[in-house]
């Protein structure tokens, strides 16, 4: 009994991460209809700034823990924003197929330039935030794993009310349902797609400086993996939703930990794609997504 | 997985004037093929080949070893080189990618038309390259994979460090005579045939010493979460963990198995063997031993003065066993080129079987039957952010 909550509790911290990551996934794709594969880099770029932020920073303090997160997500913020005016603007009336490849490139390019600045060896990411260990009986509770389920609840909460309560979200939500009748209403359209890169970015740095203050190794290729998975949760969520793209993150997370906690602990990736092949067998569009039929 | 999204989408949009465009590239592509670029070795020297993971994961062995190759190489270079001409050294980087040391190797063999070839840590990159080198018959000697199915390819394979069922044998006694253990558990790497042969051979040894391994676990490279499978082995309740991986998530697991509450030492082979180790472990590699090739502590006059030269010419870097390993694997090579009179790939392949008590800084060099080299292990302990010289284990 001991080890199951361990292990759900491991889950959910895991999934937390994917979770925010899946949802930047998720925003792109419910403006623009693409995938954003340059997403998952931008988390690696999150950590990096993180990396520079922490050596100007006393470790170990809450105060510049979050002003390091708060650091990363404006630099990825103004990185998404960049990426989007400078790869995806000028294809704005181009084929999806052509921003998807374009989307790729962008990764790569980050990737191997990260390499190229950053070196490719692993580095090792300060310990930012105090961290504590809790023990609830047998149950061991670290601080930086209730730092990013708390974080990552506070973001989504957060980015729910902007959706949802603002008028920038009111024009998000109307330039994803028709992006031509939003800017005939008088919605502009590049200034709302140019915010959903940079408040997806800023999620997606926020996950890295999480990520990296967990498992404290960073290097230019760490966003790849849980960059995949986080596609794999938002499409298992139902891709363009947000509640979708916060369970499908925390379902992947689960099952990875307890398939990772058996002795089948060396399939734990395959069991993950599989989950996904066996949802969109039963549920085309996902756990919450709507079912739609989309115009080739 | 990325492409193959794109190109089942892509599939569909192949018109037929993409088709001629696709053809134009492939033709041209077949035109580049054709013309051969020049080896940048300058002439009437000997051509040898390293290919190394300078980049990656595992980029701190191949730095480590080019650097030893290096200044071996540079040493020989500095007393006249081989047969009256000096050596030339052809470096390639594989970036710690599986797959990409076939390329390269097949690059230096027949671009660069090099003697011999010189290389890989990592026994999954070895045993790529190794069915080519011994295709063309052109000498391989790793520096430092310990895999035993290495040097199995075939008689043109060599390497100059011990092996992985030495290593885990020797492991799995000092568990049990030294730390006095009797309950372990087993974390291995699925995608790293080093790591799986190391945790086989510990395995073989500590059960028949009536040893218990009640769970074992498995990872795959690049993983950075292990409290899954930490936490399936402290529920097992045991007093130590063999983790035969690479450093780069063995730095992790100890730091998160402490996090955790596992008290108990971990162990493991010379996939530790990192300055990133330490630093991702930290305090948390406290009580944690390893087997590797040499030590820098090791007072012997040969290895103090390796030290010495190696800090000269790397701006005071102390010399790691991949360092030491790769100096060793230059000088194996060198030694043998001498002793062949010629660069004939037979001739230089006999010699370096011949080699017999050759004075390495990693120990007396003899190349077995098997074609790997019988030699001793050191073991190391990780105390306060640091590495101890613990004990040495004759083969």
Known sequence: MIEFLQQLLNGISLGAIYALLAIGYTLVYGVLRFINFAHADVFMAGAFIGWYGGQFMPSNSIGSGLAVMGMAMVGTALLGMAIERFAYRPLRSAPTLNVLITAIGVSLLLEYSGQKFFGAAPRHFPPLFPRRDFNVGHLTVSSDQLLVIGVTAVLIVLLQTIIYRTRIGTAMRAVSLNPRAASLVGVNNNRIISFTFALGSALAGAGGILYASNYPAIDPLMGVMPGLKAFVAAVLGGIGSIPGAALGGLVLGIVETFVGGSSLSSGKDAFAFAILIVILLFRPSGLLGRMNVEKV | ?395
């Open chain 2, 1 to 395: 997985m990325r492409l193959s999204v794109v190109f089942s989408a892509g599939s569909e949009m192949v018109h037929s004037s993409h088709r001629l465009a696709l053809l134009g590239t492939l033709a041209l592509g077949a035109a580049l093929m054709g013309c051969r670029q020049k080896s940048s070795a300058p002439a009437n020297s000997i051509v040898v080949g390293e290919f190394a993971s300078l980049t990656g994961k595992e980029a701190t062995f191949g730095q480590s070893s080019n650097e030893g190759l290096i200044l071996g190489i540079e040493e020989a270079n500095a007393t006249g080189g081989a047969l009256g001409k000096q050596i030339h050294l052809v470096v390639e980087d594989d970036g710690s990618t599986n797959g990409e040391a076939i390329t390269i190797v097949k690059k230096l063999i027949s671009r660069d038309h090099v003697v011999a070839v010189l290389g890989e840590i990592a026994s999954g990159r070895s045993l790529e390259a190794a069915p080519i080198c011994q295709e063309e018959k052109i000498p391989m000697i790793s520096p430092g994979s310990t895999n035993p199915a290495v040097t199995q390819k075939g008689d043109y394979i060599f390497r100059v460090c011990f092996i992985d069922p030495f290593q885990g044998t020797a492991m799995a006694k000092f568990a049990h005579d030294q730390l006095h253990l009797n309950r372990v558990a087993v974390l291995s790497s699925a995608t790293a045939p080093y790591s799986a042969g190391l945790a086989h051979y510990f395995e073989e040894r500590f059960r028949a010493d009536g040893g218990e391994i009640p769970i074992e676990e498995k990872y795959n490279d690049g993983d950075k979460d292990f409290r899954a499978e930490l936490t399936a082995i402290k529920a097992a309740n045991v007093q130590g963990i063999f983790v035969p991986g690479y450093y780069s998530e063995v730095g992790l697991i100890c730091a998160q198995a402490r996090e955790l509450g596992i008290t108990a030492p971990l162990m493991g082979g010379d996939g530790w063997e990192s300055p990133i180790m330490l630093q991702l472990a930290g305090a948390a590699a406290d009580n944690c031993y390893y087997s590797t090739h040499y030590s820098p502590q090791n007072t012997a006059p040969n290895v103090q003065s390796f030290v010495k030269r190696f800090q000269k010419r790397w701006n005071g870097e102390t010399p790691d066993a991949m360092a030491a390993l790769g100096y060793d694997c230059a000088g194996v090579f060198v030694d043998a080129l001498k002793r062949a009179g010629s660069t004939d790939p037979q001739a230089l392949r006999d010699a370096i079987a011949a080699t017999k008590n050759y004075p390495g800084v990693t120990g007396v060099t003899t190349i077995g039957p098997d074609r790997n080299a019988v030699k001793p292990a050191v073991i190391i302990e990780l105390e306060h952010g640091e590495s101890h010289f613990l004990q040495t284990v004759a083969p």
